[in-house]
Structure formats: C-alpha cells, structure tokens
C-alpha cells in the first residue's frame, strides 16, 4: 500500500492542477484501484465533502493553493508496481480532460458521495467516510456494464 501524497506526487509529475482536480483524481484511483484489484491503493479516508470527496490529510498539505494550480512535481516517484501503474495511468486518461468543478459535478451523481451524505442538505458540512466498498459496489458495476457483462 502506498500513501495518498505518493499518489498526488504522481498525478503532479505529469501536469500541474487545483487541489480540487488533484483530489478528484486520488479519489478515482482509489476507487479504481480497490475494483480491479481488491485492495487499497492508500490508507487515508476519503470523505464526502461539499465540493466532493476530499481526502483530508491531502487537503491539509494543499490547501494554500486555493484554486491555484499547484506546481507540477519534480521529486523522486514511489516505485510503483505494474498493475497499480496502469490504474494510475487509466485514471489519469479518463479524467485528465476535465477540471476541478467538472469533476466535482461527476462525483455528485455518482452513488458513493451521494450515499455518504444521505439526508444532508447540499451545503451543510460533513465528514462521513466514503467507504471502500461503497466505492467497490458502484464502479465494479460500470465496470461490468462495460465489459458487457
């Protein structure tokens, strides 16, 4: 297992981002990654926030920058494995188009934030964990739906 800032450390040696957008894209690759492969990618809790699910120990590292790009990482990368490497890269092509509000849109249709923040209006504060298999449940049946299975 790897730690979130590993991830981000990825995500921002291939372009700079927001917060917001560099999130997003941690968020989708742990979900991914615990589908196909059925372990975590990382350990921290990711939670249902306003804005989406935020992780929050990579909020608190990044949110000086407000909704500034944070600056593209030059830094020595964790050593990842392949599969794990292809997740991030997938991830990375899928999402990589969209910014930081497009993909805070996405997430709000999608059931693991809309489950964890069940009954709540849309802006009070929360910080109910989007789970592991609340993630699992959602992506491996779009998974499915397009494997055509």
């Known amino acids: 297992m790897y730690s979130v800032f590993d991830i981000a450390n990825w995500f921002l040696s291939k372009e700079s981002m927001t917060h917001k ?3 997003k894209l941690c968020y989708y690759a742990q979900a991914w990654h615990y589908t196909l492969l059925d372990e975590p990618l990382f350990s921290e809790r990711i939670e249902a926030w306003v804005h989406g699910p935020v992780i929050p120990a990579l909020y608190k590292k990044y ?18 494995n392949n599969k794990t490497l292809d997740i991030l890269q997938t991830v990375l092509n899928t999402y990589l188009e969209f910014d930081g509000d497009m993909l805070e849109r996405i997430t709000h249709a999608e059931n693991p934030w809309k489950e964890a923040r069940k009954g709540l209006p849309p802006l009070a504060t929360c910080t109910n964990e989007i789970t592991l298999e609340s993630m699992k449940a959602f992506y491996r049946q779009l998974y499915d739906e397009e494997q055509g299975e």
């Open 21 to 23: 957008k560099l999130q």
């Open 63 to 80: 949110s000086d920058y407000g909704w500034i790009d944070i600056p593209k990482y030059s830094g020595k990368l964790k050593d990842f």
